[in-house]
């Protein structure tokens, strides 16, 4: 069965700690993405991850990281320095991108709340 | 800044009704996505446009990207409760970008 996983899909923290969110696929997708959303807002994206040991800042990285040492697994860690690191995340992934662009297929999504 | 703008922010109608969502940026998009975002779940991908003045029908979902490759909507004839949620518009530019949404919401 095919397709991408997230995990927890709910996690509470205390403020101060880091904490990792884990992203899974297995789609043989080459791109991996993160991206943030807030309640009633769109998506932001934090990292992508085009090829294995490589990955770029979206819009708003301060405070988060991650790391692509295998195609299947793109984690992203929240760190401490992120200001409101309270929303839902969501990672997604996609075949290699051409000219035309390629879809993108969405985990179901880690609902983080820091208290 | 943002890459690509999306009207309107909500959107209430009655079943039956109409619906429409617009998509618009300042570049030339080399293609448009659509997505739909059931509430509390995740994007999950409608369609692709990418030739210019495309137009694309899913049963009742019609999409269109405009003729200079700047602009895109989705319309929804005869609006079901099933097409609630948020319809989120994208592109990938050197980085992908997503539009804010138009949350639809509709009355039985």
């Known amino acids: 069965d095919g397709g991408i996983t997230q995990s927890p899909k709910y996690l509470f923290r205390k403020e101060g700690q880091n904490v990792t969110l884990s992203c899974e696929q297995n789609l043989n997708h080459d791109a991996m993405y993160w991206y943030r959303q807030d309640p009633g807002q769109g998506l932001r994206l934090i990292y992508y991850?085009?090829?294995?040991?490589?990955?770029q800042k979206g819009d708003i990285a301060e405070g988060y990281s991650v790391s692509r040492e295998k195609k299947e697994s793109f984690p992203l860690t929240v760190t401490s320095a992120q200001k409101n690191p309270t929303a839902f995340y969501l990672c997604?992934?996609?075949?290699?991108?051409?000219?035309?662009?390629?879809?993108?297929?969405f985990g179901p999504g880690t609902r983080l709340t820091v208290l | 800044g943002q890459q690509v703008m999306q009207i309107p922010q909500y959107q209430h109608v009655q079943e039956g009704e109409d619906f429409t969502t617009y998509c618009n940026s300042s570049t030339t998009l080399s293609n448009i996505q659509w997505y739909k975002q059931r509430p509390g779940g995740h994007p999950v991908f409608l369609i692709q446009?990418?030739?210019?003045?495309e137009v694309k029908k899913q049963k009742r979902l019609t999409f269109q990207f405009g003729e200079a490759k700047k602009n895109s909507s989705l319309h929804i004839t005869a609006t079901q409760t099933t097409d609630v949620g948020t319809y989120f518009c994208a592109s990938n530019l050197n980085k992908f970008y997503f539009g804010s949404g138009t949350k639809l919401n509709v009355k039985p």
């Open positions: 991850s085009q090829i294995v040991n490589d990955f």
């Open positions: 446009l990418v030739k210019s003045g």
């Open positions: 997604a992934s996609s075949m290699k991108r051409s000219a035309g662009g390629n879809e993108q297929f």
